[in-house]
């Protein structure tokens, strides 16, 4: 953790992010580090001057994770969890919610209403895959959500390549469509040795990989925006 918030902060990436309540799919795999993960993460952040981000799951868990963390995690899966999202109006912490695998925009507009109608207006929208009949890659990086959702909301539109292709070789090329498409973030998995990552080491880049992807966000981003502005 020291080093990615060492590498992220270099960069000048703003937030850290760490699962330590993990939605694992199979209940034999590694759950995460839980408490003592978001301590670590915290402390780390806080020496690097970061923000940090981290999932919350569970109801019970969430007065806890708002007052170490952040930013909060929704992930994929909890997408439709009704009763926590409605949970999320009484905290003010911005709220990262990720886009169910099968789920449509309208749902995930309307995810998004739960939280905002209950009180906390803070929502961040993250499009990371979807469902398809493709194996090759784990989900696919659903782009056309980029500016579909910014025809339908003023809320701001993150895309995760990560998830969203489940290969540490596309992140970087996918991460840059990312930008083309309009995406106001990026979120990416990055270890200093991918390969001993617990989780998802397949779609996690090495540190060379991330400072040349923010490094290219960034310049591609600083290039569009004066042709945004222009007339033709
Ligand atoms: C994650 O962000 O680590 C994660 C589990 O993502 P998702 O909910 O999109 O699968
Ligand atoms: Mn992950």
Avoid at 9 to 20: D, H, K, N, P, W
Avoid at 170 to 183: E, I, N, Q
């Amino acid at each position: 953790m020291e080093e990615c918030a060492l590498i992220a902060s270099q960069e000048g990436v703003q937030a850290l992010r760490g699962g330590a309540f993990k939605p694992r799919t199979s209940p034999y795999e590694f759950q995460g580090l839980g408490k003592q993960g978001l301590t670590i993460l915290s402390e780390v952040a806080k020496k690097y001057n970061l923000l940090t981000v981290s999932e919350a799951m569970d109801i019970k868990e969430l007065p806890y994770i708002a007052e170490c963390i952040d930013i909060v995690q929704i992930g994929s899966r909890n997408m439709q969890n009704f009763s926590l999202l409605k949970e999320l109006g009484n905290f003010s912490n911005p709220i990262l919610l990720k886009r169910g695998f099968s789920a449509t925009y309208q749902e995930l507009l309307l995810a998004a209403e739960y939280i905002i109608s209950a009180g906390n207006p803070h929502v961040l929208l993250c499009e990371r895959g979807i469902r398809s009949f493709e194996t090759y890659t784990r989900n696919t990086l659903d782009l056309n959500a980029v500016p579909a959702l910014k025809e339908l909301t003023h809320l701001p539109i993150f895309v995760d390549p990560s998830h969203g292709t489940g290969r540490r070789s596309l992140v970087l090329p996918m991460a840059r469509a990312a930008v083309a498409a309009g995406a106001d973030g990026i979120m990416v998995e990055m270890h200093p040795h991918p390969d001993l990552s617990i989780t998802d080491a397949g779609q996690t880049i090495d540190p060379e990989t991330f400072r040349r992807l923010v490094r290219e966000v960034r310049a591609l981003r600083l290039a569009l925006e004066p042709l945004e502005k222009k007339s033709f």
